[in-house]
């Protein structure tokens, strides 16, 4: 596990044209979840960015509409702004829907076909967790196959540099759980690192904020901007904050219902209940009434 920490912030102002949201509508949101808008909320008011509310909806058979109005719901109950983007469930699927961006992502899918950088593969995650190379890059099964996954050749001891908040460089290799990773899933859809690099330089975003488990990620769509050949990528800065966990240690994850705001919001929880109970998570212990508030007393932004 990569030890890789969030970046001190610093205090001159910087200045980024575009930040994202970008839930994915598979769950109902939680606190986690929150930390995370919070941070970006503020961080994009800090350096004058806009934010643009991106929903990742490709995991067809895990989206659900009442997912993506829990989106709308949770962000305008705890007043999480947002400039660019959809306001309802309509105008997402009228525009801005993944879906609509499928011959983008082919494209990308395309090039990386035609420059050999992919191969395709038959074995789960599971079939490949004790072997060291996956058994697929030398079977050479044809790319067209049916019921394959498309995975990126790596090269794993590649430096990938990482442009972070405070203006350094961060240098690191691809951590083992990414070695080859999947840019075209078995249902012929193409995976998250694909779709994230693409939507991030579609819209102009120039200031991506994270979670820390999702560092891998960050490393992993580096490589695959390199094998696209779309240096603009690493021009993003990355900024990756600390994430709420559970009271075993275990990170928040939608599938645990008491920690959903849906929850708490029709449990009769004001906004500022719901700050406060993050802020006790980050061992705060005062009451916090607005998502600003939350990223200053938390030391984060």
């Not at 808008?37 to 509310?53: G, H, Q, R, V, Y």
């Not at 109950?77 to 993944?98: K, N």
């Not at 580096?222 to 800065?237: S, V, Y």
């Not at 966990?245 to 928040?252: A, Q, V, W």
Request: net charge neutral; hydrophobic share 40%.
């Amino acid at each position: 596990m990569h030890n890789h920490t969030s970046e001190a912030p610093i205090s001159a102002h910087l200045h980024f044209k575009r930040t994202r949201i970008a839930p994915t509508p598979s769950g109902f949101l939680h606190l986690g979840n929150v930390l995370s808008f919070a941070i970006t909320a503020a961080m994009a008011s800090k350096n004058s960015a806009k934010i643009l509310l991106r929903i990742d909806d490709l995991d067809q058979l895990r989206v659900n509409k009442q997912y993506v109005q829990d989106i709308f719901d949770t962000l305008n109950f705890l007043e999480i702004p947002w400039d660019e983007g959809p306001r309802s469930i309509r105008e997402f699927e009228d525009s801005y829907s993944q879906l609509h961006r499928m011959n983008i992502y082919n494209e990308a899918l395309r090039q990386l076909a035609d420059n050999g950088s992919v191969f395709a593969c038959t074995c789960s995650r599971k079939q490949l967790q004790d072997v060291d190379i996956d058994p697929c890059i030398s079977k050479q099964i044809p790319l067209s196959a049916e019921n394959t996954s498309w995975r990126l050749h790596t090269n794993n001891n590649q430096k990938l540099s990482i442009k972070d908040y405070s203006g350094q460089i961060t240098s690191s290799t691809l951590p083992a759980d990414m070695h080859n990773f999947v840019v075209k899933k078995k249902d012929g859809f193409p995976a998250y690192q694909l779709t994230s690099v693409i939507d991030d330089l579609f819209y102009g975003v120039d200031l991506v904020v994270r979670g820390q488990d999702l560092w891998s990620s960050t490393l992993a769509q580096h490589q695959l901007a390199l094998a696209l050949r779309k240096d603009k990528f690493g021009e993003i800065t990355f900024y990756h904050h600390p994430l709420l966990m559970e009271p075993s240690g275990t990170k928040l994850s939608k599938s645990a219902g008491a920690t959903s705001v849906k929850f708490l919001r029709e449990s009769g929880k004001s906004a500022a209940d719901v700050y406060t109970i993050i802020a006790a998570m980050l061992g705060i212990n005062e009451a916090v009434v607005n998502w600003d508030q939350l990223a200053i007393v938390s030391g984060i932004v």
